[in-house]
């Protein structure tokens, strides 16, 4: 069974500055797919970036970018330039395309906090 | 792309009574979705998988004569709470698989707040 740990329950960062969120995953497959969730105030879960496993080059999506170390099954996010809308709960998570069992395995999530 | 609606947002009832709940994906077809339940401030449970024309499949742990999911189009799934008791009471997210051009991704309806009285 695959596990998602993301040992970090809170963050708080200042408006402007960068900020790295951690994950690590356990797991014997060799094709997957990792995520990064959004989920603010609202509670509605908004995809922030996503990694291909067979895909060395790390996924970048503007201010967000992963560290995506596939022998330390590491899976880090950095928020550059944080903002106040980043204030957030965010959970890593982890999926193998296997047909249509194609479950998503979430951490416990870090609360980021973005303050003034 | 790749929306997903779900509704009601939010509903109250009374106990003993049923809810529906709808999720829909609005520009892609899904084959699968799941449905997820959320206690605060913690992470998403899945309950179940919802297969377009065939039987939901249930975590372990879940009642599915109470939690009843049909997805009957490649864009609709509906999940019932029957006999809903003050238990039940939760945030419930659903989310639609993309694996469009081998996207594979999930995502994610903007949930529904469920009050049972």
């Known amino acids: 069974a695959q596990t998602v740990t993301q040992s970090q329950p809170e963050m708080s960062v200042q408006e402007a500055e960068t900020v790295t969120l951690s994950c690590t995953y356990d797991t014997s497959e060799n094709n997957y797919y990792l995520f990064w969730y959004k989920q603010p105030p609202s509670r509605q879960m908004i995809l922030v970036i996503r990694?291909?496993?067979?895909?060395?080059q790390n996924a970048t999506e503007n201010r967000f970018s992963v560290n995506f170390q596939k022998a330390a099954k590491s899976f880090s996010l950095k928020i550059s330039d944080s903002q106040l809308g980043d204030t957030a709960m965010y959970f890593c998570a982890f999926m193998t395309p296997t047909g249509t069992a194609s479950k998503l395995t979430f951490g416990t999530g870090t609360r980021l906090q973005v303050t003034l | 792309g790749a929306v997903v609606s779900q509704h009601p947002s939010w509903v109250i009832c009374k106990s003993g009574t049923s809810v529906k709940i709808e999720c829909r994906s609005l520009?892609?077809?899904?084959?699968?979705m799941f449905w997820y339940r959320q206690f605060p401030k913690q992470s998403l449970m899945l309950m179940a998988t919802s297969n377009e024309g065939s039987k939901a499949t249930y975590e372990q742990g879940v009642e599915k004569d109470k939690f009843l999911i049909n997805h009957a189009s490649l864009t609709l799934s509906t999940l019932t709470v029957t006999s809903a008791h003050p238990e039940d009471s939760s945030f419930y997210i659903c989310s639609a698989r993309n694996s469009a051009g081998f996207q594979e991704t999930q995502y994610f309806g903007p949930g529904t707040r469920l009050l049972v009285l």
């Open positions: 990694q291909e496993a067979y895909k060395q």
């Open positions: 520009d892609f077809q899904a084959t699968t």
